[in-house]
C-alpha cells in the first residue's frame, strides 16, 4: 500500500471556524489531490499540486485553500467552515509516468454543524 | 472539458454471474488513460484495472476486463464469477496524458451482489 496518511480522520467543527487537514506521503510522488465525496457527486476534485509551493484550483475550490510548503504535506484549510462543506475528503498523490494511477488516502470525514 | 459520466446509479448480480458496469466519456484529446476504482464499505479506493488510449487491446486483470471503444468513447467494466466481497461502489476514471494532469471521477456505480 502506498504511504499516504490524513489527518484528522474524523472531525466536528463548527460553522464559521476555519479547519485544516492534513495529508501526508511517504512515496516522494510530485502530485498531489484533494477530492471530496457527497453522494450522487462522486469524487470531485478541490485542488491539486504539481510540486512544490505549485498548487492549482479543481472545479470546486471555493471556499478552500492549500498549501504545499514540502514534497510530503499536503494540507487543505476551509478558511471558514460552512455546513455545505460537510463532506468525506480524500487526499491523492500520483507520479504519473509509468502507471498515471493514482493513489488515495484512508480519508477525513467532516461535519460542519 | 472532459466529463466522465456512469449512467447507472446502482445494479445488481447473483454470486457466481457475470455483471458489466457501464461508463461514458467526453474528451477531445487522444492520448489519456481510463481507470475504474473500487470502493468497498472500508472507504478505501483501489485500483481495479487501467487502460491507456493508445492500445487497442483491452485491459485484463484476472476476473476484471474492460470493453474500451475509443471511437464511441465508451469503458465498460465487466466482472465475470461474481463474488460477495465485489460488492462496492465502482467508479470510472479519466486522466489526461499530458498538460495539467488532472483526473475526471464519474459519479459512480454501487453493486450489490447476492447470494
Known amino acids: 500500500d502506498a504511504g499516504i496518511t490524513q489527518s484528522p480522520r474524523h472531525k466536528v467543527t463548527e460553522t464559521g471556524t476555519p479547519v485544516t487537514l492534513r495529508c501526508h506521503q511517504t512515496?516522494?510522488?510530485?502530485?498531489m489531490y484533494w477530492y471530496r465525496q457527497d453522494p450522487g457527486h462522486g469524487l470531485r476534485l478541490i485542488h491539486y499540486?504539481?510540486?512544490?509551493?505549485?498548487?492549482d484550483k479543481g472545479e470546486v475550490s471555493d471556499g478552500y485553500s492549500v498549501s504545499r510548503s514540502k514534497t510530503e504535506d499536503f494540507l487543505l484549510t476551509l478558511e471558514s467552515a460552512t455546513s455545505s462543506q460537510t463532506s468525506v475528503y480524500f487526499c491523492?498523490?500520483?507520479?504519473?509516468?509509468?502507471?498515471?494511477?493514482?493513489?488515495f488516502g484512508p480519508g477525513t470525514r467532516l461535519t460542519v454543524t | 472539458a472532459q466529463t466522465v459520466t456512469q449512467s447507472q446509479p446502482e445494479m445488481s448480480v447473483q454470486e457466481a454471474e457475470t455483471v458489466t458496469l457501464s461508463c461514458t466519456y467526453d474528451t477531445s484529446e487522444s492520448d489519456y488513460y481510463l481507470f475504474w476504482y473500487k470502493q468497498p464499505p472500508s472507504r478505501q479506493m483501489i485500483l481495479v484495472i487501467r487502460q491507456e488510449a493508445y492500445k487497442q487491446q483491452n485491459a485484463t486483470e484476472n476476473r476484471f476486463s474492460v470493453n474500451f471503444q475509443k471511437a464511441a468513447k465508451s469503458f465498460s467494466l465487466k466482472i465475470s464469477d461474481s463474488q460477495l466481497g465485489d460488492a462496492a461502489m465502482y467508479f470510472c476514471?479519466?486522466?489526461?496524458?499530458?498538460?495539467?494532469?488532472?483526473?475526471?471521477f464519474g459519479t459512480g456505480t454501487r453493486l450489490k451482489v447476492l447470494a
Open positions: 499540486s504539481y510540486g512544490v509551493k505549485d498548487t
Open positions: 512515496e516522494n510522488h510530485r502530485y
Open positions: 476514471a479519466y486522466s489526461t496524458a499530458s498538460g495539467t494532469y488532472k483526473y475526471i
Open positions: 491523492a498523490i500520483s507520479e504519473r509516468h509509468p502507471s498515471y494511477e493514482q493513489y
